[in-house]
T-cell receptor
């Protein structure tokens, strides 16, 4: 079974631009969550989608948005890019929702390789 | 203040040696604790998941322990290999369905 795929893997943008990142979850997984990882802040939760609906959201400004399609693929968009948005953006998929914000059981969360975004 | 503190920040060990990573948390109430391994340039991979009632869990040469009373967890790597060089991240889930991430410990294994 193919793993979580993310495109593009690397991206360079300038301040003020907008960017769209894509994530395809593992086949059969309907929940997709997004994270931002920076050396200073570590991993931070952005949002989680399940069945095309945003289920949970982290503490990020409205410039960060996302959506999920009927085939469970997800995109996240960052508008008006700032230098501080430079980071590794990770997507993770799981069978059921809620894991991104603390599943009670022992469900495994599967991460993609990430998209490394550099804002100049 | 981060609710999950990992130590040390980084460590270097010789191939074949053992090492132990620490994770202290203040998340309460507690649901479960996970250890992830993240290779450079890759996404995290789940190593172990422990709930409140579990004290220890192994995954090959990786053994995680949990003391829910003192809110401490450790990840022990036995007979380290060069492929163990990575960042190890501790993630704690609270009962409020929130995830708290540690900053990670960077392990470098040298031949």
């Amino acid at each position: 079974k193919a793993g979580v795929t993310q495109t593009p893997r690397y991206l360079i943008k300038t301040r003020g631009q907008q960017v769209t990142l894509s994530c395809s979850p593992i086949s059969g997984h309907r929940s997709v969550s997004w994270y931002q990882q920076t050396p200073g802040q570590g991993l931070q939760f952005l949002f989680e989608y399940f069945s095309e609906t945003q289920r949970n959201k982290g503490n990020f400004p409205g410039r960060f948005s996302g959506r999920q399609f009927s085939n469970s693929r997800s995109e996240m968009n960052v508008s008006t890019l700032e230098l501080g948005d430079s980071a590794l953006y990770l997507c993770a998929s799981n069978l059921a929702p809620g894991l991104a914000v603390g599943g009670r059981g022992q469900e495994t969360q599967y991460f993609g390789p990430g998209t490394r975004l550099l804002v100049l | 203040k981060n609710q999950v503190e990992q130590s040390p920040q980084s460590l270097i060990i010789l191939e074949g040696k053992n090492c132990t990573l620490q994770c202290n948390y203040t998340v309460s109430p507690f649901s479960n604790l996970r250890w992830y391994k993240q290779d450079t340039g890759r996404g995290p991979v789940s190593l172990t998941i422990m709930t409140f009632s579990e004290n220890t869990k192994s995954n090959g040469r990786y053994t995680a322990t949990l003391d829910a009373d003192t809110k401490q967890s450790s990840l022990h790597i036995t007979a380290s290999q060069l492929s163990d060089s990575a960042s190890y991240i501790c993630v704690v889930s609270g009962d409020d369905y929130k995830l708290s991430f540690g900053a990670g410990t960077t392990v470098t294994v040298r031949a």
